[in-house]
């Protein structure tokens, strides 16, 4: 009798936005369940220790990204807390404009937020166009700020190629014009730090190796004003879990802790994949910033190639990657962000990976990655 083969080892390369738990934040989750189970509202002995789990969880994100306690602001979710920060800053700035700009490779729920809010107040969504890498120019960007504008939204970083964006000098000009920016940190906080530009960050604990929450950094200054019905919490109605913001906080502090040394450990892989697929695979393009990027994002693209059998070919071989923009991708359709680059979007593959990526199953991932794009090619008669 024959003996069946083994199933191929798993190997998770892309962790964008849903990271693993880390340990420390799991033990700090189940803890919180026993000590901060109780409403923090309430007045009680158990209300108030919950609180005090909160207020510490606060404490913590917030010297984790360079803020006050008390500009910090927990949501349930990063998209929830992008379309808040885009809709409260607009309705706040009402009378200095109606108009919003945006990068061209922003986050779909950015594109999406700024379309609702502009169309409601009879404004304009002005979108900053990207170069080959997917990096706005700075001067474009302040450029397209003039005049009466509710506020700008520009990312730290992409998510979807690595490109970091000159978000220190376009924040330091909008300041002088009097226009808030907006810096989506969803891609970059606990992997590289994200410095003290922006009005508003927006920050996405899963993506650190926390429980998904939605983190938003108000500064000091910066006018919002919610429209949505009033709640005992402005800028979260109903709250958030307690074990979620303790885990979350965890995550952080634990991610930033070890950020030397996974970013040394990631960015030797990701430059061995971008080496190796441009070498080893035909028809192949490899975008984003080759050395300005975060350390842990690569994609490419091939020619000949669907994306979503991409995917599947190297899912049963064992690698869990993606494709095209983690926001969009259940749409099939393409990545807004490489059809802003202007470059290649068949057979896009996309890596994200985790803090402690085995180094053995990235190699073998670049071992199997040509036979299964022949293969797909070979299907689709290319």
Do not use: K
Not at 139 to 150: E, K, Q, S
Not at 190 to 215: F, I, Q
Not at 275 to 301: K, M, N, Y
């Amino acid at each position: 009798m024959t003996t069946p083969p083994a199933p191929p080892v798993r190997a998770v390369l892309d962790v964008a936005g849903h990271a693993p738990l880390r340990a420390a934040a799991r033990t700090a989750f189940v803890e919180a369940l026993d000590q901060g189970w109780a409403d923090p509202r309430r007045l009680h002995a158990e209300g108030r220790r919950a609180r005090l789990l909160l207020d510490g969880a606060r404490e913590a994100l917030a010297a984790g990204l360079g803020a006050r306690t008390e500009e910090v602001d927990l949501v349930a979710s990063h998209t929830l807390a992008l379309h808040n920060a885009v809709r409260s800053v607009a309705r706040g700035r009402r009378r200095a404009g109606a108009d919003v700009v945006v990068g061209a490779v922003e986050r779909a729920a950015v594109h999406h937020a700024a379309d609702f809010v502009t169309s409601g107040a009879g404004g304009a969504v002005r979108t900053v166009d990207v170069d080959v890498h997917g990096r706005v120019d700075a001067d474009a960007f302040v450029a397209a700020a003039a005049g009466p504008v509710a506020l700008a939204a520009l990312q730290h970083a992409n998510g979807e190629v690595g490109t970091l964006q000159p978000v220190a000098a376009v924040h330091e000009r909008l300041r002088t014009a009097g226009v808030p920016l907006l810096v989506d940190v969803g891609a970059s906080a606990g992997h590289v730090p994200v410095g003290a530009a922006g009005d508003v960050l927006v920050a996405d604990a899963g993506d650190w190796g926390g429980p998904p929450l939605g983190v938003v950094v108000t500064r000091r200054g910066v006018r919002r004003s919610p429209d949505w019905p009033d709640d005992d919490d402005r800028w979260s109605p109903g709250g958030v879990a307690v074990p979620a913001a303790l885990a979350a906080a965890v995550a952080l502090q634990e991610a930033q802790a070890g950020a030397a040394a996974a970013d040394a450990h990631r960015r030797a892989l990701v430059d061995l994949v971008r080496r190796r697929v441009a070498a080893e695979v035909p028809d192949v393009q490899v975008v984003g910033d080759p050395v300005d990027r975060l350390p842990h994002v690569v994609t490419f693209s091939c020619l000949y190639v669907d994306g979503e059998a991409i995917v599947d070919r190297l899912d049963r071989a064992g690698f869990g990657v993606g494709s095209g923009s983690a926001c969009t991708s259940s749409t099939l359709e393409p990545s807004h962000v490489l059809v802003a680059m202007g470059v290649l979007t068949q057979g896009n593959v996309r890596l994200a990976l985790p803090h402690d990526v085995d180094a053995t199953a990235v190699h073998r991932f670049c071992d199997v990655l040509p036979r299964a794009v022949a293969d797909v090619r070979a299907a689709l008669g290319a």
